[in-house]
């Protein structure tokens, strides 16, 4: 009656198994139970939050709880954007992420093509100090970098709460420089070979061979370079006090404001995030497995 | 010494025959690295200031004391004092409960949930964007959510467990619950990516081992433990060596919900590093604590390439 249970690789499970008429009662409830169990857990939480700022703060405090509004008001929301100036946080980090990413890209970008195509003398050197702080952790290094940044070297500037603190550490970012040299390392040579023939220069073959080739790559940097950014806590609390990014400026309000507003601002600091997540959901899975699996 | 300057671009070769005196083929080596380097030292400042410098700063740091905007060399007194910090033991003791605690649960439900969606036929996309989405929150916004689900009086949570007759809990209010509180939050916000890795491993088993194992007659049990974690194992030891590595240095949990209490009973190492700069300017204190970390870490670390390597070798 039912279709068989269609299957592409053989699993853990095999298919004949599956496909008998117990198996395939077993498997639905299986996928049944997790489909629901999952969904509460995961959205659960944020359909909470979503209709959590459609409620009174007496509402929101009640026993029990109320699924749905009783009397749904956007007043929360409108609260909780004069309140936590959502619309300055939401720009600050705008340019620190954008501003961060395009960094990333050029510097990381510049880097990785002269260790994987120009190899200058002690490349590998250089790369393999790059990649050895890879394996500092960050948290320990705070505080030489929060005095750095107080006073740099030779140049003696003060770079707090200017974007220039958020954005030139994200440049040295030894997994980007890996990610991209491994891809460029890839590209066969004989291409660029043929460019510089042509009489192109190596920025020239940079930018009308190997960047067009890379654009898989160049979009997992950017997305997780963006994100970084955006969820970082520790540095921008430190760094950058009086320009606050939304995920520190939610943190600094969140003490003294109404628990509805609180929630209301909680659902429109997420929303940014999750809709880039839903549009570019396909690139981001395709990075996660690219980057952790053959790194 | 030529041949590694020009090694792997035959159009550098085409170069030489060209330029047949040995100073033209030097000059063109230098002009050729001196452009390859042009490319790199925008990368290299920026690994150089705030990744190799501060590195070096922070041990010379931690030997150092600050009197009066005067610095002076005093040894080992800076790690004699955080060894004599009563909170010093405390807080690594606080640090590997939370990384013990946020193993078993991090480390074992993105397994498992792994399995079990590579399993299904369906809905597999929406599971996977389903596991995905906390990981896209800013953390504090899943975090502030958290603790309104855990007030003790009104939360969401007491409520759900009091509907089932079961005993509530204090959760954040209680220094015997802290800090299984804060795993729970963030093992919710973190475990989709290592969910997504494992999946992506578990593609990559070819399905005849699991023929062969069943035909042996291995049940669902003995072939996870002798196909699945096998074919997996690499990929597990380096997610658990990140794990271990990330959690040790959790800060933002504890400086969010419970501020390092109650009692102290969720100041971790870091925080306690934070407490030290940025409460008490005590930046060199700070710096060696910062040192012991980095000696902690870098000591698993290696330890974990060893094991690796000496593992690769068998």
């Known amino acids: 009656m039912s279709k068989p249970v269609h299957s592409g690789t053989r699993t853990l499970i095999s298919p004949v198994r599956l496909n008998q008429p117990g198996g395939r009662r077993i498997y639905r409830i299986v996928l049944g139970t997790t489909l629901v169990v999952s969904t509460v857990v995961f959205i659960g939480p944020l359909y909470w939050m979503a209709t959590g700022g459609f409620k009174s703060s007496q509402e929101l405090v009640r026993t029990p709880p109320t699924l749905v509004p009783e009397h749904p008001s956007t007043h929360a929301f409108t609260e909780a954007w004069d309140r936590l100036g959502m619309g300055q946080l939401l720009l600050n980090t705008v340019v620190y992420a954008g501003g961060a990413l395009l960094l990333q890209l050029i510097f990381c970008v510049a880097a990785a093509y002269s260790l994987s195509k120009l190899r200058p003398i002690f490349g590998n050197v250089i790369l393999g100090m790059m990649l050895a702080s890879m394996m500092i952790p960050a948290a320990a290094l705070v505080i030489p970098q929060y005095l750095t940044v107080l006073d740099l070297p030779l140049v003696h500037l003060n770079l707090m709460n200017t974007p220039w603190v958020i954005w030139l550490p994200t440049v040295a970012n030894a997994f980007n420089v890996f990610l991209l040299k491994r891809f460029f390392d890839s590209i066969p040579n004989e291409l660029l070979d043929a460019a510089s023939i042509d009489g192109a220069g190596p920025l020239r073959t940079l930018w009308s061979v190997v960047l067009p080739l890379s654009r898989p790559i160049l979009g997992v940097v950017s997305i997780f370079g963006l994100v970084a950014v955006w969820k970082d806590f520790l540095w921008p609390l430190i760094t950058v006090p009086e320009h606050e990014t939304l995920n520190v400026g939610v943190n600094t309000a969140a003490t003294s404001m109404p628990q509805n507003t609180l929630i209301a601002g909680l659902f429109l600091a997420s929303i940014p995030t999750i809709a880039l997540f839903l549009v570019f959901q396909r690139n981001i899975m395709a990075g996660l497995t690219a980057g952790s699996l053959k790194g | ?314």
Not at chain 2, 59 to 64: L, P
Not at chain 2, 129 to 152: N, R, S, T
Not at chain 2, 207 to 221: H, P
């Open chain 2, 1 to 314: 010494m030529t041949t590694t300057l020009t090694r792997g671009r035959p159009g550098a070769e085409e170069a030489r025959t060209r330029a047949p005196q040995a100073g033209g083929h030097l000059r063109r080596a230098l002009a050729r690295n001196l452009r390859a380097h042009a490319f790199l030292i925008g990368a290299l400042l920026c690994f150089a200031l705030f990744t190799w410098y501060p590195m070096v700063r922070e041990i010379v740091m931690s030997f150092q004391k600050v009197r009066y905007g005067e610095t002076h060399w005093v040894g080992l007194d800076n790690f004699r004092q955080i060894f004599a910090d009563p909170e010093f033991w405390p807080a690594w003791r606080n640090t590997l409960e939370f990384t013990g605690i946020a193993l078993f649960f991090g480390f074992v439900a993105p397994f498992v949930t792994a399995i079990v969606i590579n399993e299904f036929r369906h809905a597999q996309s929406y599971l996977r964007i389903l596991v995905y989405l906390p990981v896209m929150l800013p953390p504090v916004a899943g975090i502030l959510l958290f603790k309104y689900f855990m007030d003790p009086g009104y939360g969401l949570f007491n409520q759900i467990l009091e509907f089932l007759h079961l005993p509530t809990s204090s959760w954040l209010a209680s220094q015997d619950t802290a800090m299984f509180s804060l795993v729970i939050v963030s093992t919710w916000a973190n475990m989709g990516s290592a969910t997504l890795v494992y999946l992506a491993a578990l593609q990559s088993i070819p399905g005849e081992l699991y023929e062969a194992a069943e035909l042996d007659g291995a049940g669902l049990l003995r072939r996870v433990w002798h196909v699945t974690v096998p074919q997996t194992r690499l990929i597990l030891s380096l997610m658990l060596m990140l794990q271990v590595v990330a959690t040790m240095q959790m800060f933002t949990e504890s400086f969010v919900l419970t501020g390092g209490g109650p009692q102290g009973s969720t100041t971790t190492v870091v925080y306690m590093l934070y407490n030290y700069a940025f409460n008490f300017d005590k930046f060199n204190t700070a710096a060696a604590l910062g040192v012991v970390l980095l000696l902690v870490l870098g000591a698993f670390s290696a330890l974990y390439l060893w094991l690796e390597r000496r593992g690769g070798e068998e």
